[in-house]
């Protein structure tokens, strides 16, 4: 029987129950909740072992193709993610490199956008294009970013018919080369907007946005960010070639994330919950170190947002955490809602020891600071002649953190961006500024449109309006 979907705040199965293709073009579901699916598919360890033979367009289409039942006809997938990866830099998509005996980078900084948010999103393009065209729909995207979810999202939509893309990102709070990305895209279906603000006003605004039912019908609003199960879906595979080409099944691989909103690092989690031997999962926070608090001691509270080395990752609250909150709440809805409710009322998750307990149980944290980002990227180049962006450093000093306490299993550190992204960081530590590969090596010659908007939502959703050229269906 096909994965059907379910809301993380109402877990009933009711004919309402969602399919792929729903959950894929909807985002976030209609109670406010994130979907998940209703059970997750399991690898056996013949199916993981031959995952190291697959290139991986057809690792993705495999996998994915576990979630998405019957959504799309036989081989629609594997062209879609051949499309997805055809452009981009490294045969392998997603290569590993070795920095010492036990610890691993996985690249996943070789696409269009130059951060790893291009791995699930240039997917997730390709299958809006085939669903839309199939339903003869239109959709308006609306998404918020910290930096890199927008411009690999208008990076995957621009010029795409059956699409217009909006995404807010906070204005002054992301780098240079992120904003370039997004004010330099020149087609008339894709807007990047500044929000006077922080990333989680920004996200506020779009669940603001999507609670409007009015706006939602005239514009057939949809989601791209990390909240789209889709994403999570195309995020899981990276993880299994990494395991097949370390050496798995047969061998656990541990794994060091960069953590902001919880989304890659929870494809971790569903990866082993799938089948996949992960020895550890670890979770690298930044300075806004909402996650490793809570893993170090169970509060989960909001501290005001602090400006980083890693942008993207200064974010207090963690979208995805609600899909490990509902398994964590035996799959409750009503439970999760409550304490969402309370989060967001207080500034602080109930406390509950159980969860927390099993929480431990599945991730390690560790909290890296600007100081040590800089030491991180420092010391790597020094021994290794590689230069890495301050996200990627925050997985490794979390990686190292662990190593240090034991554990056998090989460490892979995601490195989550190229580090010709952050290259004011990356000099510093180094004296050496990384340069941006040939295909975008006159970004800073591009033309930018810049459009800067107060952190209200009547005001942006006029914009969205004004801007958008149609929702709806095209027939
Ligand atoms: C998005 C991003 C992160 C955070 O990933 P989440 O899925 O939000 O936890 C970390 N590093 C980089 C470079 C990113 O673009």
């Not at 004010?183 to 946005?209: E, R």
Request: hydrophobic residues 45%.
């Amino acid at each position: 029987m096909a994965v059907r979907y379910l809301s993380t705040r109402d877990a009933r199965a009711t004919p309402e129950t969602q399919r792929f293709e729903d959950v894929l073009l909807a985002g976030l579901a209609a109670d406010g909740g994130l979907y998940v699916p209703d059970r997750l598919p399991h690898l056996d360890r013949t199916a993981l072992a031959a995952h190291a033979a697959l290139p991986y367009p057809a690792l993705a289409a495999q996998i994915v193709g576990l979630f998405a039942g019957d959504a799309f006809p036989p081989g629609a997938l594997l062209d879609a993610a051949q499309a997805a990866y055809r452009g981009f830099r490294h045969a392998a998509v997603s290569p590993l490199v070795q920095i010492d005996q036990r610890l691993w980078l996985l690249e996943l900084f070789h696409g269009p956008t130059l951060a790893f948010k291009d791995l699930a999103l240039q997917l997730v393009g390709q299958l809006f294009d085939r669903v839309l065209s199939r339903k003869a729909e239109r959709v308006t995207i609306i998404g918020a970013t910290s930096g890199d979810t927008g411009s690999a999202a208008l990076a995957a939509c621009s010029g795409r018919e059956a699409v217009d893309i909006f995404i807010l990102y906070p204005h002054n709070r992301i780098s240079e080369v992120q904003r370039r990305q997004m004010t330099t895209v020149a087609a008339a279906n894709a807007h990047a907007i500044a929000i006077d603000g922080t990333f989680d006003d920004c996200q506020d605004l779009v669940k603001a946005l999507f609670a409007d039912a009015q706006l939602c019908g005239a514009l057939n609003l949809a989601a791209v960010n990390s909240i789209n199960w889709a994403r999570i879906a195309a995020q899981t595979v990276y993880y299994f070639a990494a395991a097949a080409a370390l050496g798995g099944p047969g061998r656990p691989v541990s794994f060091s994330v960069p953590t902001g909103n919880f989304g890659n690092v929870y494809a971790g989690h569903i990866a082993r919950r799938m089948g996949l031997s992960v020895e550890r999962l670890v979770i690298g926070t930044n300075r806004n170190d909402i996650l490793a608090r809570y893993i170090a001691s169970g509060d989960m509270s909001i501290a005001p947002v602090e400006p980083s080395l890693s942008p993207s990752m200064d974010i207090q609250v963690s979208s995805n955490f609600e899909r490990l909150l509902f398994e964590l709440k035996d799959r409750n809805g009503a439970a999760v809602a409550d304490a969402i409710a309370a989060f967001r009322r207080s500034g602080a998750l109930p406390r509950a020891e159980r969860e927390w307990r099993a929480a431990r149980g599945l991730f390690f944290a560790h909290r890296i600071d600007d100081t040590q980002t800089m030491d991180i990227i420092a010391r790597t180049y020094a021994r290794s002649g590689m230069l890495i962006d301050p996200h990627t450093a925050v997985a490794v000093g979390a990686a190292e953190a662990e190593l240090a306490d034991g554990g056998g299993a090989p460490m892979v550190a995601l490195a989550c961006a190229h580090p010709a992204k952050f290259p004011d960081a990356v000099e510093r530590a180094t004296g050496v500024r990384p340069a941006l590969p040939a295909a975008l090596a006159d970004l800073f010659e591009r033309r930018e449109r810049i459009t800067v908007l107060p952190n209200d939502k009547a005001v942006v959703a006029r914009y969205v309006r004004d801007h958008a050229r149609r929702g709806g269906r095209t027939g």
